[in-house]
């Protein structure tokens, strides 16, 4: 089981909004770490697409973006494509033990 | 152009060690706030992260395997290496190593994030 808690899946049609929350606790998102998230298309490597909860590496369509507060983050997608069909991974940090990152357990976006 | 390639044997006995190389271009383990990090993902499965050493030589664990792994680096081959002891089948999927680094804006900077990956090892324990 997963530090942090998403959403099996979620779907939405061609040209619609979705949303994807990131539930943590006060030992990861709460207690100030930055939530990071990761894209991964069927059969291929993970690729950054929101770093420091809100911001967008070179190259990311500004379809997607992100947002934080308090124990949880959340992604949204506007103007959902067929290509953005793919597996949503959140990250962050967390302090039980020691200090040490953590990933969301996945969350499977279909485009219907 | 930054790259990042795992290697290592693709099956594995139980109990066996195995010993995973990271081999990168385009940056340095030597300077800088970076670091490597290993991931993995069971077939089907949500990604896990591993392990992750810094350029200082920090290094920190996932609590739940810290028994089970090494990380280490060597800057001259510019290369991080994995060992895993004891393999079960249960750590049967892909290993993906990523680099780590910490984006800055505005005097502002975020909690380290993987911005580059490798194209992944499979590894099979059976």
């Known amino acids: 089981q997963s530090v942090l808690t998403q959403p099996p899946s979620v779907s939405g049609a061609p040209g619609q909004r979705v949303t994807i929350s990131c539930t943590g606790s006060n030992s990861n998102i709460g207690a100030g770490f930055d939530v990071h998230w990761y894209q991964q298309i069927p059969g291929t490597t993970p690729k950054l697409l929101i770093y420091?909860?809100?911001n967008r590496p070179s190259g990311v369509p500004d379809r997607f973006s992100g947002s934080k507060s308090g124990t949880s983050a959340s992604l949204a997608i506007t103007g959902l494509q067929a290509e953005d069909e793919a597996d949503y991974y959140c990250?962050?940090?967390?302090?039980?033990?020691?200090?040490?990152?953590?990933f969301g357990g996945g969350t499977k976006l279909t485009v219907l | 152009q930054i790259t990042l390639k795992e290697s290592g044997p693709t099956l594995v006995k139980p109990t066996q060690t195995v010993t995973l190389t990271c081999t990168f271009s385009?940056?340095?383990?030597?300077?800088?706030?970076?670091?490597v990090g290993w991931i993995r993902q069971p077939p089907g499965k949500a990604l896990e992260w591993l392990a992750l050493i810094y350029w200082n030589d920090d290094k920190r664990y996932s609590p739940s395997l810290k028994s089970k792994l090494t990380i280490t680096k060597d800057t001259s081959k510019n290369q991080v290496v994995l060992t895993m002891t004891n393999m079960d089948p249960v750590d049967t999927g892909t290993y993906y190593c990523?680099?780590?680094?910490?984006?800055?804006?505005?005097?502002?900077?975020?909690?380290?994030?993987?911005?580059?990956w490798g194209q992944g090892t499979m590894v099979i324990v059976s």
């Open positions: 990250q962050s940090y967390d302090t039980i033990l020691s200090a040490h990152v953590v």
């Open positions: 420091g909860n809100t």
């Open positions: 385009g940056f340095s383990l030597r300077t800088g706030v970076v670091g």
């Open positions: 990523a680099r780590m680094r910490r984006y800055c804006s505005g005097g502002t900077c975020y909690s380290d994030a993987f911005d580059i």
